[in-house]
């Protein structure tokens, strides 16, 4: 049976569209569609809300992340990423299918209350988190981890198994399966070649970690002799529909070249800096080269929040501290690439990162009596959303025209056995301890 259509009468909406319009009028949904924005909307056989205390904003597309590693919250704090790593990838050697869903499970709940309807990420047992992508609504982009054979744990040939998880799920409406080389510390030339080859015969995305610290780029150099992204233009892996994460150790050269072969960026600026990794991201180089550029959290094992507001801010005020320049990624800039900036990484532009007629039905209800949104004014919104929003001034949250978040309760699964199972999967994960 199809729902009634739903109207948001009187709203504040912040379109991102190519005007980057923000009015006040009303929004509609027939199916998983938006098919007005703005003016006043029919309302015969519709669901009509009340929406003049409301913001409705697109919802927030997260670029990188590791959403099953949500249970690893605080496992291994105030390290840098070699410890960081040594710690996970120990972790990682006894973790289970259900431990995995539980832990994507609480993941998606977490980004679903901060207003994120699309995420992309890596990791390997990639159908655990893809069952809890179906099971709560969310769009999930679910890369498939790839090392060369010698360097995974992982049962079978990484290539294989990222083709058959590929193959199990191409399809389905909101998940998206795709390869995901994991860096070129794991990845030789065949392996690099290979997901490429994949990407290109199932037609996905491919997406992978690249220059993200200044050891990773000197090591390689040195092996090689080349840097990183140089190294994999040589060996003719960089294309288009390439999403490549952090980017924090790119010189001029290969930004230039990120932007001729058209491969996208995923900037993640709180993992970065927890993890002291150095340097700042050449956010404003990479965009002004053409480079796309979308936010991304990265794990809550390093960030450790998987909120796109919080991402934005420290995004704008790191650019703008490290260069001098209060005028370094301005509010509607760190918005775009929370939405529609996001989108275009994801070759999804057409179909979200905006409230435009035709497009699916993702978006966010803001309060604007909220206490972090005074004053609700219409300028001053996009500020608003980049330095100061609060999650908690999310009402509910749409996807695909389904109410999946509505009066900062979940919808489809209670928060409380989400959370039961999250914390029975980490008992399992977490060194003993002798405390209480």
């Not at 999650?391 to 919808?411: F, N, T, W």
Request: proline letters at 4%; a negative charge; one cysteine or more.
């Amino acid at each position: 049976m199809t729902s009634a259509p739903t109207v948001f009468r009187d709203a504040l909406l912040v379109t991102q569209d190519a005007q980057r319009r923000v009015l006040r009028g009303d929004l509609r949904i027939d199916g998983d569609r938006i098919t007005q924005v703005g003016g006043t909307a029919p309302t015969e056989g519709a669901h009509v809300l009340d929406a003049r205390r409301f913001a409705i904003v697109p919802g927030f597309v997260n670029t990188h992340g590791h959403v099953a590693m949500s249970l690893l919250r605080g496992i291994a704090d105030d390290r840098d990423l070699g410890g960081f790593l040594e710690t996970l990838f120990a972790v990682d050697a006894r973790r289970t299918e259900a431990d995995l869903e539980a832990g994507a499970a609480a993941g998606v709940a977490e980004m679903l209350l901060g207003g994120t309807t699309s995420f992309l990420d890596l990791y390997y047992g990639e159908d655990a988190i893809a069952r809890a992508v179906d099971r709560l609504g969310i769009r999930g982009y679910l890369g498939w981890a790839v090392l060369d054979p010698e360097m995974t744990t992982q049962k079978g040939r990484p290539l294989d198994n990222a083709a058959s998880f590929i193959g199990r799920w191409k399809g389905h409406a909101r998940i998206h399966p795709l390869v995901a080389p994991q860096g070129v510390y794991v990845c030789g030339p065949e392996t690099w070649l290979g997901a490429r080859a994949l990407a290109e015969r199932e037609k996905t995305l491919c997406h992978y970690h690249l220059s993200e610290t200044r050891r990773e780029v000197h090591e390689h150099e040195a092996k090689y002799g080349a840097r990183p992204a140089l190294w994999l233009e040589s060996i003719g892996f960089l294309g288009a529909g390439q999403v490549a994460a952090h980017g924090v150790w790119l010189t001029r050269r290969e930004i230039q070249l990120l932007a001729e072969r058209h491969v996208g960026v995923a900037h993640c600026p709180s993992s970065n800096l927890k993890l002291a990794t150095g340097g700042v991201a050449p956010v404003v180089e990479m965009r002004e080269a053409g480079v796309i550029v979308g936010l991304g959290t990265d794990s809550v094992a390093s960030n450790n929040s998987l909120s796109m507001l919080r991402e934005m801010h420290v995004a704008g005020l790191l650019q703008k501290h490290h260069r001098w320049d209060a005028a370094a990624l301005p509010a509607g800039t760190l918005l775009d690439m929370a939405t529609i900036e996001g989108a275009r990484l994801l070759g999804a532009e057409t179909e979200l990162g905006s409230l435009e007629a035709g497009k699916q039905a993702d978006l966010s209800v803001f309060r604007l009596d909220h206490p972090t949104l005074l004053p609700a004014r219409s300028e001053a919104i996009i500020s608003h959303l980049a330095y100061s929003a609060s999650q908690e001034a999310i009402d509910s949250v749409y996807i695909a025209g389904e109410c999946v978040v509505r009066h900062r309760e979940l919808v489809r699964e209670t928060w409380e056995s989400i959370r039961a199972a999250g914390e029975s999967a980490a008992a399992g994960l977490w060194p003993p301890t002798s405390g209480h």
